[in-house]
């Protein structure tokens, strides 16, 4: 049974934010848990090239969209294998932080972003370059402000997270995405960067890097990721739409077959309730209610990319969606794009 869903309004949408220039161009999709219900997209993958359409198999620079697919998703992997507690303070579980501030902090405080850590990543300029002084100066930064006492999304607590699931499983985080949730998803096309001249050329780019004087293209726009190689907690993901509805699938029906991640269906349902109490805003386990919609009614969660990316999922209206665009290849401004996000998930799961 097709969903009831609006698609003339949403093409109109996403069409109009082309051609307001919001980003050049979008793809989409809304499905539920038996699979794609409708799907589009509009503008150009390149202004440089505007011959050349968005197509539904763009690869996109999904930037933060990397703490779902790679950091939650390993860490579900972690606490299922029997490997974390999300209450045991990181100091009993993992030497490199013990004797340090950060070893009071639990998994559960890092993924509903109140850790207390520093708000800004800000690693090269405290750090340096190389990616053992950063980690090494991460795991020692000194808290500021005590664990549980506020709500504050932070990269670093992706980052911390994923160093952690790399102690945890002895492998590096692109490793064990792959090994433990892409793979057995048949993500085929999910994978950190940077991506291969071929990968590449069907990139959506995003920011001028003023280094080369060129839009960043298969390289991940955020200078943390950058600065570790390409590969951490923070971003560096590279994806399409098709592996993102693959993923979001699951996560309504974790009992399909051909689909076995290493993450279970009691960490999706752990994962899409409140845990931050009366603190606001409120949160998930990395994902958070939706803006607009209410726990109570809707049960939307929602996590954003900062290159223009987004994915939405509500298990009681069975019911997933995702926008990709390259917003950032234009501006930086937040607020056009938070338009036409809200805009998209009402019409999407009204």
Known sequence: MALDLDTDRIHRLLHDGARDKIYPGAVWAVGDSRGTRASGSTGVLDPERPDEPMRSDTVFDVASLTKILAVWSSIGCLVEDGKLQLDAPLGDLWPEVSGHQLAQVTARHLLTHTAGVPLRANLKNLYGTDPQDVRDGVLREALHRPPGEAVEYTDRAALILGYLAEHLSGQRLDALAAERVWRPLGMAQTCFGPLSPDV????????????????????????????????CGIAGAFSVLDDLATFLRYLLDPNQPNASPGFSADWIKESLQIHTGELAPPRGLFWHPAPGTTREADDVW?????????????????????????????????????????????????
């Not at 290159?307 to 298990?315: A, E, I, K, R, V």
């Open 200 to 231: 590449a050329a069907r990139c959506a780019p995003t920011e001028l890097d003023d280094g080369t004087g060129t839009h960043l293209k298969g390289t991940a726009h955020d200078f943390s990721a950058r600065l570790l190689d390409g590969v």
């Open 302 to 350: 929602v996590h954003y990319g900062f290159t223009g990316t987004g994915m939405w999922l509500s298990p009681r209206k069975d019911r997933w969606a995702a926008l990709l665009t390259n917003k950032l290849y234009y501006s930086r401004e937040r607020e056009p794009l938070t338009q036409v996000r809200n805009t998209f998930r009402s019409l999407t799961f009204a």
